[in-house]
């Protein structure tokens, strides 16, 4: 495996892809930002070196050849976060899932790595990233990542069952804010972070050429439902439009659009710069999506005027990540 592609030669399938392979540690501190003191973990989100690694995930040991396993009926779990360091946009996670103790080692004859080698990873959103899967490579149907120079998705995706315990950023765990760092909406703005996204892996938007693709459901860490992208003029200015005496064209793809799901185009009165001029709590500005508003005045939007729309919060019963505050963000709008 060479960037995000694998060696067609020694692997011509899965399975004589996984017997050819070669097993070999990681540098975990220089590649991917890991390190310990006593029993504190540490992880980076982006950390460069040879290249560049983005996230990254680790799992507690019995032995240096067995995964620690939880029994938890009638038993206390406990553990402490330093999310000081976690920004907006950025989700820290612990969560359980229903891996081998082994890595798979005993149940699949091709698999010659194990726990040791952190192999037979799994969770409920059947991840398709994953290079080996029961004892034999995903290298079939492989489709390099057009944005990760590292990553890609198999045919196959890697399912089992979850539980998530935590889920959170220095601002806003799960569908809460952390009501100490928000007492209030200009407080909440203040100390908050700045942090920008991971666009395909966590909503599913990306583009070739002059395309862009919006998945509707994207399966990460966690589940996102829907996505909203705007045309940029610059990395800090919005795209803005002079629709008079003007013709405005477009072509869409509807094949992968079904019923049920509202594929939609349209022009809001928002600032250029996402309001970064004219509120002084707003230090996001366009460049991180802020100021986005609409005729119906949608009071799920997070930050509004340069305030986080935390007061009066209410968390969605049905989404994890979502709520509705105090405040809407009302604008003029056309649909196209």
Same mark, same amino acid.
């Not at 601002?171 to 209030?184: D, E, H, L, V």
């Not at 477009?250 to 939609?264: E, L």
């Given at each position: 495996?060479?960037?995000?592609?694998?060696?067609?030669?020694?692997?011509?399938?899965?399975?004589?892809?996984?017997? %050819?392979?070669?097993?070999?540690?990681?540098?975990?501190?220089?590649?991917?930002?890991?390190?310990?003191?006593?029993?504190?973990?540490?992880? /980076?989100?982006?950390?460069?070196?040879?290249?560049?690694?983005?996230?990254?995930?680790?799992?507690?040991?019995?032995?240096?050849?067995?995964?620690?396993?939880?029994?938890?009926?009638?038993?206390?779990?406990?553990?402490?976060?330093? !999310?000081?360091?976690?920004?907006?946009?950025?989700?820290?996670?612990?969560?359980?899932?229903?891996?081998?103790?082994?890595?798979?080692?005993? %149940? &699949?004859?091709?698999? /010659?790595?194990?726990?040791?080698?952190?192999?037979?990873?799994?969770?409920?959103?059947?991840?398709?990233?994953?290079?080996?899967?029961?004892?034999?490579?995903?290298?079939?149907?492989?489709?390099?990542? #057009?944005?990760?120079?590292?990553?890609?998705?198999?045919?196959?995706?890697?399912?089992?069952?979850? +539980?998530?315990?935590?889920?959170?950023?220095?601002?806003?765990?799960?569908?809460?804010?952390?009501?100490?760092?928000?007492?209030?909406?200009?407080?909440?703005?203040?100390?908050?972070?700045?942090?920008?996204?991971?666009?395909?892996?966590?909503?599913?938007?990306?583009?070739?050429?002059?395309?862009?693709?919006?998945?509707?459901?994207?399966?990460?860490?966690?589940?996102? !439902?829907?996505?909203?992208?705007?045309?940029?003029?610059?990395?800090?200015?919005?795209? +803005? &439009?002079?629709?008079?005496?003007?013709?405005?064209?477009?072509?869409?793809?509807?094949?992968?659009?079904?019923?049920?799901?509202?594929?939609?185009?349209? &022009? !809001?009165?928002?600032?250029?710069?996402?309001?970064?001029?004219?509120?002084?709590?707003?230090?996001?500005?366009?460049?991180?999506?802020?100021?986005?508003?609409?005729?119906?005045?949608?009071?799920?939007? /997070?930050?509004?005027?340069?305030?986080?729309?935390?007061?009066?919060?209410?968390?969605? #019963?049905?989404?994890?990540?979502?709520?509705?505050?105090?405040?809407?963000?009302?604008?003029?709008? +056309?649909?196209?």
């Amino acid at each position: 495996y060479t960037g995000n592609s694998w060696n067609t030669t020694i692997c011509p399938n899965g399975s004589t892809c996984a017997q %050819k392979c070669a097993l070999e540690g990681a540098q975990y501190q220089s590649t991917y930002g890991i390190s310990t003191s006593g029993d504190a973990l540490t992880i /980076k989100f982006l950390t460069r070196s040879q290249q560049t690694n983005v996230g990254a995930r680790v799992y507690l040991m019995e032995s240096e050849t067995k995964y620690a396993m939880f029994n938890l009926l009638n038993q206390e779990f406990t553990f402490d976060v330093d !999310v000081s360091q976690v920004p907006c946009g950025i989700n820290g996670a612990l969560y359980f899932v229903q891996m081998d103790a082994d890595g798979g080692l005993s %149940k &699949f004859p091709g698999n /010659k790595a194990g726990a040791k080698y952190g192999t037979g990873y799994c969770d409920s959103q059947c991840p398709k990233d994953i290079k080996f899967i029961n004892g034999e490579a995903n290298s079939v149907g492989w489709t390099p990542s #057009p944005s990760d120079p590292n990553a890609g998705t198999g045919q196959y995706g890697a399912c089992c069952a979850e +539980m998530d315990i935590w889920e959170a950023t220095n601002c806003y765990t799960g569908n809460s804010w952390n009501t100490t760092i928000c007492p209030n909406g200009s407080t909440c703005a203040q100390k908050c972070a700045l942090e920008g996204a991971q666009y395909q892996s966590t909503y599913g938007i990306s583009t070739s050429g002059d395309a862009l693709t919006i998945k509707f459901l994207t399966r990460s860490q966690q589940t996102n !439902v829907g996505a909203r992208v705007y045309l940029m003029e610059s990395e800090t200015k919005y795209a +803005m &439009f002079n629709l008079l005496n003007q013709e405005f064209t477009f072509d869409v793809d509807v094949s992968q659009v079904p019923c049920g799901i509202n594929g939609a185009l349209y &022009f !809001v009165q928002m600032d250029a710069d996402g309001g970064l001029s004219k509120f002084p709590g707003n230090k996001a500005g366009a460049k991180y999506g802020t100021g986005y508003c609409d005729s119906q005045c949608p009071k799920d939007i /997070k930050f509004i005027n340069g305030e986080a729309n935390s007061v009066g919060w209410t968390p969605s #019963p049905s989404d994890p990540n979502a709520g509705t505050g105090r405040y809407g963000a009302c604008c003029a709008e +056309m649909d196209i």
